[in-house]
Nanobody, 119 residues
Framework: QVQVVESGGGLVQAGGSLKLSCTAS????????VDWYRQPPEKQREWVAG???SGVRSVTGRFTVSRDNAKSAVNLSIDRLKPEDTGIYYC?????????????????WGPGTQVTVFS
């Protein structure tokens, strides 16, 4: 069965940058549709960025979604980090594309990766 895992979180100073990665295991298919969510401490989970197969959208220009074909992963780059960016970041894979180009739709969540920003 396909599993999704996030990586790249950690303790980061405000103003810095980091890159989170989302990888899918158990399949040789590529990630097509992916969304990123953030859950701040004691708050509801919120959508922050996404890549619906093509193009990108984000809640702020400091968040950028990109592909890393060499690692078969999708990345979330965060620039000019702020303390309010602190939270657990989740990758939600919605679509995988096989070698024939066919899209397989899923709703797979990773366990999340913690991002803590200090000033």
């Amino acid at each position: 069965q396909v599993q999704v895992v996030e990586s790249g979180g950690g303790l980061v100073q405000a103003g810095g940058s980091l890159k989170l990665s989302c990888t899918a295991s158990g399949t040789s298919f590529s990630i097509d549709h992916v969304d990123w969510y953030r859950q701040p401490p004691e708050k509801q989970r919120e959508w922050v960025a996404g890549m619906p197969g093509s193009g990108v959208r984000s809640v702020t220009g400091r968040f950028t979604v990109s592909r890393d074909n060499a690692k078969s992963a999708v990345n979330l780059s965060i620039d000019r980090l702020k303390p309010e960016d602190t939270g657990i970041y989740y990758c939600n894979v919605r679509g995988l594309r096989n070698m024939r180009g066919s899209l397989l739709q899923f709703d797979i969540w990773g366990p999340g990766t913690q991002v803590t920003v200090f000033s």
